[in-house]
Structure formats: structure tokens, C-alpha cells
């Protein structure tokens, strides 16, 4: 499908919009935190509503003739109270980063604590590290996974927390396979008076969908992006209790944004909608089903995955022991030869660097909204195993990224 104004007007551009949609048709989007809005979800994404400036809440504005902006706004918070079960939903974050600075900024002052996970063991760059703002306004201890389990470690955790005297302990991750124990977390947090901060980014769709538990009423602020597993449009929201309703909203307007992107909220909005339907808990379940079928398969393989396994869409596979002289980056490059598209990925004791890791990131997200089941999953899982095992092969590269290209024609992601 060709977008005909743009290709009259910006030939250029249209050559890469078109580009991109056969690219995601024809290749599987394995990294975990993307997924396939659907045609609903990028139709109002690509609104007139981009037009519009609503600084302000519904019913609230700086600017007139917000009345569909508000109606939009408020259809959006709606449903995410439906999703999610929070007293007090924010839908303006443009980002799951922006979402996060809001309660950093609401919260904490420059040169507050914050107790997170170790970016190397799967937290997030806008969790405190140090080329992030978070890093260098805050003082940051981070807390690691149990470096034998892979699980992560309450414990250790729980002592950190006593002896640094955070001011905020976050959890919620990037790369972190097993269900999350959030009481265990908020009782680090109640031990010290810490507020305690719950990023679900990825894991929203299957939160909202109650495959795995919810932080909500236990943690005091709980964000997430829009675009991973929820499948909304892309963006940022924040959660909190009425309590804090009033300091979360002036810190993402004006705190720390000016006009909202009310076309990504009315993307939000949909894509809420969409996973208000039965369909969605079907299509979650699912997600989490291929992700155990893609870790069984793996494993079965020789592969090592951080964890053993996995509790949510995601596997990490730590490639030091079975392939020493594969770097991630290199399996990330192969597998893109043969269609299959995922990221290179820190493992917890990483001894190569960030740049070229010693592992790779799986998510089933993508080619579970493609439709694909666990048999499918599986046939996929021999095929990564395969270009990772003969990775220097060229004719079996070729050959993988022929076998998934007929994958793709047979789950289309768009008609
Ligand atoms: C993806 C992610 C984010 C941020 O998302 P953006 O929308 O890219 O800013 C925040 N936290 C975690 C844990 C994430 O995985």
C-alpha cells in the first residue's frame, strides 16, 4: 500500500515508507520490545490530529477548539484505566523515557538516590545510567541479577537498599526473562521510605491481559510504553494513585513537555481498545506460550538462556558457552541475512562490552500478532539455532532467510 500524497510530494520518502512495509513484511520483528500496530492503530496515528496543540488536560486546555483533542484524551484514559486498574492515568508521554523522567522530576530532587538494576542485567538507560540524564542528576546504586539463577536477587537488593538509603527504587526491565515480584521489591521500598517505581515497558500488553501480575496498588507509580506488547501507538503513559495525580501531570506538562502528540494518543486510544477485546487475552497467552516453545526449542539445541527459560515474551541467550566465537553482534547480523530480526544483547556478567555483547534478545510479540503458534514458534527457534550454529555459512543463511520469507507470505502482518 503506497501513501500517494507523500509519494507526489517526497518521492524520496515515500521510496522509504514503502521500503519499510515490505521490510516488515518480510522479515520477522524479533526484538522484543516491537510488536505490529494494527491498521487501525497507524490510521489515527496518521491523523489531522497531529495538527493540533492541546497544552493543557481535557477539559483543561490553553488552546480552543480542543473539544475532539479532549474527547480523544479522555477515550484514551478510559481505557487505560479499563487495562490497567490505576486511580489516576497520564496518556501525554511522547516516550516510556519521558514517562519516567515525569516521576523522577514530580518526585525527587538532583542529587536524590535511586536504586536500579544494572543496564548489563537488563534495566534501562533512563533508569540511571550514566548517559542519561538519570545518571548524572541523580546518585545511582544499581542492583544485579543473581549472577547463577539469572534470577533476580530480593536479597541483595533488600541489603543495597538499607545501606545506600535510596530515595526511589525502580524496577520493571528490558531484558529480563522472569515474571517480576513486585511485593518483594515494595517491601525493600517500604524498609527505607523509598517511593517505588514499577517500568512495565514491555511488559504492558501481558500486564493489561493478567498473564503475569500486576504492580499496580503495590508500587506508587507504575509507567510503560505503548508500543510494546499493549500494540498501541507509540508513546508513554503513567499510572499513580490520586495522591500524586496533581504532581505526576505538571510534571509531564509543563514540567517536561509542551504540546502533547494528541495523533499518538488517538494511536493509544485504538490500540487500548483493541486490547480491551477477548481477542487480546487470547493473543497474550499466546505470546507467552511461543516465548516458553522458542526457549524449550533453543535450549533443547544446547543453547544457554539466561534463566534457563522464560516467564514472559522474552529469551535471552547467553552464547559464551556454547559458541565462544560468536560475538551477539555477529549472530544479530547473521540472523538479519536470514530475515530474522533481533538485537545483540548485554548478558548478566558480561565480559565482552555493550557495544558487542555477549548475548541476543528474543521476543515473540511480533510474530505472535503475525499469528504465529507454538508449532510454528518451534520451526522458527531450529531456524535461529541454525544460522547461529553455522553462522559463517553462507548457503545456510541463504537458505533459513529463504524458508522465512514463506513464513512471512503465509502470516502477513497486513493484508
Ligand atoms: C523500552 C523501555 C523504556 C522506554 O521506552 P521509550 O519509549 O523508547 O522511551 C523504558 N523502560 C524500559 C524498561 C524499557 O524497556
Avoid at 4 to 17: G, I, K, N, Q, S
Wanted: with cysteine; glycine share 10%; net charge negative.
Amino acid at each position: 500500500m503506497d501513501k500517494e500524497h507523500v509519494r507526489e510530494v517526497d518521492p524520496a520518502v515515500a521510496d522509504a515508507l514503502a521500503g519499510e512495509r515490505e521490510r516488515q513484511e518480510e522479515t520477522l520483528a524479533m526484538i522484543a520490545s516491537e510488536n505490529y500496530a494494527s491498521e487501525a492503530v497507524i490510521e489515527a496515528q496518521g491523523s489531522a490530529l497531529t495538527n493540533k496543540y492541546a497544552e493543557g488536560y481535557p477539559g483543561a486546555r490553553y488552546y480552543a477548539g480542543c473539544e475532539y483533542a479532549d474527547d480523544v484524551e479522555e477515550l484514551a484514559i478510559e481505557r487505560a484505566t479499563e487495562l490497567w486498574g490505576a486511580e489516576h492515568v497520564n496518556v501525554q508521554p511522547h516516550s516510556g523515557t519521558q514517562a519516567n523522567q515525569a516521576v523522577y522530576y514530580a518526585m525527587i530532587e538532583p542529587g536524590d538516590k535511586i536504586l536500579s538494576l544494572d543496564l548489563t542485567h537488563g534495566g534501562h538507560l533512563s533508569h540511571g545510567h550514566q548517559a542519561n540524564f538519570t545518571g548524572q542528576l541523580y546518585e545511582v546504586e544499581q542492583y544485579q541479577v543473581d549472577p547463577e539463577t539469572g534470577y533476580l536477587d530480593y536479597e541483595g537488593l533488600r541489603e543495597m537498599a538499607e545501606s545506600f538509603d535510596p530515595d526511589i527504587i525502580v524496577s520493571g526491565y528490558s531484558a529480563y526473562p522472569r515474571e517480576v515480584e513486585w511485593e518483594r521489591i515494595q517491601e525493600a521500598a517500604d524498609a527505607v521510605d523509598a517511593y517505588h517505581l514499577a517500568d512495565i515497558a514491555h511488559i504492558t500488553g501481558l500486564v493489561a491481559a493478567d498473564v503475569h501480575s500486576s504492580p499496580v496498588g503495590i508500587a506508587d507509580f507504575v509507567t510503560g510504553s505503548t508500543h510494546k506488547t499493549i500494540r498501541a501507538g507509540r508513546g508513554g503513559i503513567v499510572m499513580c494513585d490520586e495522591e500524586y495525580a496533581d504532581a505526576i501531570d505538571k510534571a509531564v506538562f509543563p514540567g517536561g513537555q509542551g504540546g502533547p502528540l494528541m495523533h499518538n494518543i488517538a494511536g493509544k486510544a485504538v490500540g487500548f481498545k483493541e486490547a480491551l477485546q477477548p481477542e487480546f487475552e487470547e493473543y497474550a497467552q499466546q505470546v507467552v506460550d511461543n516465548a516458553e516453545t522458542l526457549a524449550e526449542t533453543l535450549s533443547d539445541h544446547g543453547l544457554e538462556l539466561v534463566s534457563g527459560g522464560t516467564d514472559n515474551h522474552l529469551v535471552l541467550v547467553d552464547l559464551r558457552e556454547s559458541h565462544p566465537d560468536l560475538t551477539g553482534g555477529d549472530a544479530e547480523d547473521a540472523l538479519a541475512a536470514a530475515n530474522v530480526v533481533l538485537n545483540a544483547n548485554t548478558v548478566p556478567g558480561e565480559t565482552r562490552s555493550a557495544f558487542n555483547p555477549s548475548g541476543i534478545r528474543i521476543g515473540t510479540a511480533g510474530i505472535t500478532t503475525r499469528g504465529f503458534d507454538e508449532e510454528a514458534t518451534a520451526e522458527v527457534a531450529d531456524l535461529i539455532y541454525e544460522v547461529v550454529d553455522n553462522h559463517d555459512d553462507s548457503s545456510v543463511i541463504y537458505e533459513v532467510g529463504e524458508r522465512i520469507e514463506e513464513l512471512c507470505s503465509e502470516y502477513p502482518v497486513y493484508e
